[in-house]
């Protein structure tokens, strides 16, 4: 994208219809007063580009209750003081933990609050991740969400498929499980298909079959590998959603806040390192949606103050040294 002498991440208040009446995509985002970006469309709506995401909000490992119940519902009330209108979520965050603090917090919920979940996983008892890829077991996954949420129709379900070298990866074809998804959106209950943890060539498979209106997927300055994938859906018009963005959630690999560069501007602007993180992601396109999630409401406010953080072209120069 073209930057301008200041790139502005702010997020503006702006309405969308609750899609009762059935899909109406716009591909056009919303530009603010100052020409950039400050909101997205998300399958039948529109949403702001920071977010909140749920995964944090069980307890350790996203297995069982949160550390502190009544902090965790504060969060999901504070998110959408402050304005959030799309929170990610899923059924195996806890399992069943997530979607049920979501829904007693904020049920019934605003006519423009867009849920989005994800299938293709499940728990055991001792917290495993386990594949859940057939088509039979997303439409079992799907109508789970709906139930625990107590929604009709989720805004968006994204196939979460299985990393290359997971056990049973590539076992059930692609087109079979966006088909079901489709089929499932045709029913009423999804508004839009999405994609996690996917390819350029999954990617491009999957729009073969169907529209597709996100994609989550591991993409932060540090980690860009996924570039490919993210300037496929900027040119589609299609919600990128980078998970991991501030880096890989494991100790041995590198961190965003860990980067001198970041570290150099975050002083200079006086602001964390983890906000200028956020910042260079909502300035690398406008198609990027933010995700942050926390279980403490003042790192929540933290996150969500990304709205505001301008990053000049001495800043984004002098992070472009990062991946370099």
């Given at each position: ?195 996690s943890t996917v390819s350029a060539a999954d990617l491009a498979a999957a729009?073969?079959?169907?529209e597709i209106v996100c994609v989550q997927n591991p993409f932060s300055l ?16 299609i919600a990128y959603v980078p998970y991991f963005p501030l880096g890989s ?76």
């Amino acid at each position: 994208m073209a930057m301008a002498t200041v790139v502005r991440s702010r997020v503006s208040k702006v309405g969308a219809s609750d899609g009762a009446g059935g899909l109406a995509l716009e591909r056009t985002p919303t530009p603010s007063v100052d020409g950039m970006t400050d909101t997205f469309p998300l399958a039948d709506r529109t949403v702001r580009r920071v977010g909140f995401g749920a995964m944090q909000l069980p307890g350790p490992g996203v297995m069982g209750p949160p550390r502190d119940r009544d902090e965790a519902l504060r969060v999901l009330r504070r998110a959408v003081e402050l304005g959030v209108d799309h929170i990610d979520t899923a059924q195996f965050y806890g399992p069943d933990v997530s979607n049920e603090l979501i829904r007693e917090a904020l049920h019934p919920y605003a006519a423009d609050l867009a849920l989005v979940s994800k299938v293709g996983a499940r728990r055991d008892s001792a917290g495993a991740w386990l594949p859940a890829q057939k088509p039979a077991e997303l439409r079992v996954d799907v109508e789970a969400n709906l139930r625990a949420l107590g929604v009709d129709r989720l805004t968006a379900v994204n196939l979460r498929r299985m990393d290359a070298d997971a056990p049973g990866a590539g076992e059930v074809p692609l087109e079979d499980q966006v088909a079901e998804l489709a089929a499932l959106r045709d029913e009423g209950k999804i508004a839009g298909v999405g994609l996690s943890t996917v390819s350029a060539a999954d990617l491009a498979a999957a729009q073969a079959i169907t529209e597709i209106v996100c994609v989550q997927n591991p993409f932060s300055l540090v980690d860009q590998t996924d570039a490919d994938v993210l300037d496929a859906c900027t040119s589609a018009g299609i919600a990128y959603v980078p998970y991991f963005p501030l880096g890989s959630a494991f100790p041995h690999l590198p961190k965003v806040v860990d980067q001198p560069a970041v570290q150099a501007v975050a002083e200079r602007r006086g602001v964390p390192a983890a906000r200028v993180g956020l910042a260079w992601l909502l300035a690398r396109a406008d198609n990027v949606l933010l995700i942050p999630g926390t279980s403490s409401v003042a790192h929540l406010e933290e996150n969500m103050a990304v709205a505001d953080l301008e990053l000049t072209d001495d800043d984004l120069a002098e992070l472009a040294a990062v991946a370099a």
